[in-house]
């Protein structure tokens, strides 16, 4: 993963992220475990892509912790793909740019929706603090340089003076 950042950017969240999802394969992939799909015949079929970039996808979904293959059938032997913690926690993320391309379609052209499980309602996902619960995606909330940030950062952020995180050390003199 780490050959694939800039070394300018190895420090930039952002990068780091798009390392392990930058491909949009990848993406597709991902999104299919969410809706259940673990075999490689299934995102084969379903997302129509070549066997060799099929298996080089899932082999680096492997090698960056977001999948795990466990095998499911010993004669042959034939895995599956199983998302791990570190998978799960994209979900938010494939949420979210799902209903952005929504959010610019006309509602009748939409092959998907994001509905609630239990009414079967279209909901609008947003991205909300999780202490105040306002929704971070105005004006209101920036980037500043976090704790490890190098020089570059902290100027690239210099006029943005973060708090310390609460459950962050105070600072000794």
């Known amino acids: 993963m780490a050959g694939r950042i800039r070394l300018e950017d190895r420090e930039c969240p952002l990068s780091t992220a798009l390392g392990y999802v930058g491909e949009w394969w990848t993406l597709l992939i991902l999104h299919?475990?969410?809706?259940?799909?673990?075999?490689?015949?299934?995102?084969?079929?379903?997302?129509?892509?070549?066997?060799?970039?099929?298996?080089?996808?899932l082999k680096t979904l492997v090698e960056n912790g977001l999948l795990e293959k466990r095998p499911y059938q010993t004669n042959p032997v034939r895995h599956e793909y199983?998302?791990?913690?570190?998978?799960?926690?994209?979900?938010?993320?494939?949420?979210a740019l799902a209903a952005w391309g929504n959010a610019r379609l006309d509602p009748?052209?939409?092959?998907?929706?994001?509905?609630?499980?239990?009414?079967?309602?279209?909901v609008e996902p947003v991205l909300v603090d999780d202490a105040t619960g306002r929704r971070v995606d105005g004006d209101g909330f920036v980037f500043a340089a976090g704790p490890a940030a190098s020089a570059p950062f902290r100027d690239r952020y210099a006029d943005v003076v973060a708090a310390p995180h609460a459950s962050a050390p105070a600072a000794v003199d």
């Open 82 to 95: 199983v998302l791990t913690e570190l998978g799960r926690s994209l979900r938010p993320v494939i949420v």
């Open 32 to 57: 299919d475990c969410f809706d259940g799909y673990s075999r490689f015949d299934q995102f084969e079929e379903n997302l129509q892509i070549s066997t060799s970039m099929l298996t080089r996808r």
């Open 108 to 122: 009748a052209d939409r092959s998907m929706i994001l509905v609630d499980a239990a009414t079967g309602q279209e």
